[in-house]
């Protein structure tokens, strides 16, 4: 019996007996494998703080858009400041520190003293409590005199400097009292060419100008104002415009008048031949 079982005996039992000892050790394994998956998730709790701190980054872009966007708000606007305290008339200083500030961009020092006004030649300001033909009559009690004397053409005694054309007509307006005989001109571009003012200032004697200054400025270059026989110059200083900008507030116009005081201005109130006056 024995010899009729041969050497190849095992072939005979089930396949899964012998191969039992096996599968048992694979599933042992499998089994801790799966374990330390489990026990281990330390990728997914690294991803989850990765967008905490994006998330945080934007909140900070978010605070610094906001404060800028609070610094404008805060800027400080000219109708504001008025309703705090009430508005101050313009005097010489005022004048001479916007000159100084405007200058000490491409000037030197020596040129900025060159620069600087005497006293002597600025009038007593208005203290805001004259109308325009009250503050005239003031500056210059002589100017019937003062009138009567002048003939040449091509030239005024008295400029008002403002801001805009239909300044120029209200203050024109305002002065009836105190021009009387007195040729006035408009001196603005508005619906006036600048040859028919010319052709005006040729024929004519003028005593009193009213304008902007860049409309003076120009028949300055152009040879149809002479400023030598000018006697005074009055800026309209303090009135205000419905943005309530003052004539030295608004840049165009302060560039503008700087200009025209160089063109002959400055030396003729150093030879103290012109007077200043802040209206």
């Known amino acids: 019996m024995a010899d009729d079982l041969g050497d190849e005996w095992w072939k005979g039992q089930p396949a899964g007996a012998a191969s039992s000892p096996d599968a048992s050790d694979g599933d042992g394994q499998g089994d801790t494998e799966m374990t330390q998956q489990e026990t281990t998730p330390i990728p997914a709790t ?58 000490s961009r491409n000037r030197s020092v020596i040129e900025l003293e060159e620069l600087n006004l005497p006293d002597s030649c600025f009038l007593k300001a208005n203290d805001l409590t004259h109308s325009l033909s009250s503050y005239l009559k003031e500056i210059c009690p002589k100017w019937v005199k003062l009138r009567k004397n002048h003939n040449e053409k ?8 403002c801001s805009s054309a239909i300044r120029a007509l209200e203050l024109m ?73 003052r004539l030295m507030d608004i840049p165009e116009i302060r560039k503008e008048v700087f200009e025209l005081l160089e063109m002959g201005v400055f030396s003729l109130c150093k030879s103290e031949s012109l007077k200043l006056g802040l209206f």
């Open 46 to 103: 690294s991803k989850k703080t990765k967008q905490v701190k994006e998330c945080f980054l934007t909140e900070r872009k978010e605070t610094k858009e906001e404060a800028k966007k609070t610094r404008k708000r805060k800027k400080k606007k000219i109708s504001d400041v008025l309703a705090k305290s009430e508005p101050k008339p313009g005097t010489p200083e005022d004048l001479q520190k916007l000159m100084k500030d405007y200058y």
């Open 154 to 161: 091509k030239s005024v005694l008295m400029l008002i400097v």
């Open 173 to 245: 307006r305002s002065m009836t009292a105190f021009k009387g005989d007195s040729k006035v001109m408009k001196l603005f571009a508005k619906h006036i060419k600048i040859q028919e003012q010319v052709k005006l200032l040729e024929k004519r004697v003028v005593h009193l100008g009213v304008g902007t200054p860049g409309r003076i400025k120009e028949l300055i270059k152009q040879g149809g104002l002479n400023l030598n026989p000018l006697k005074f110059l009055v800026f309209d200083w303090n009135w205000r415009d419905q943005k309530l900008r």
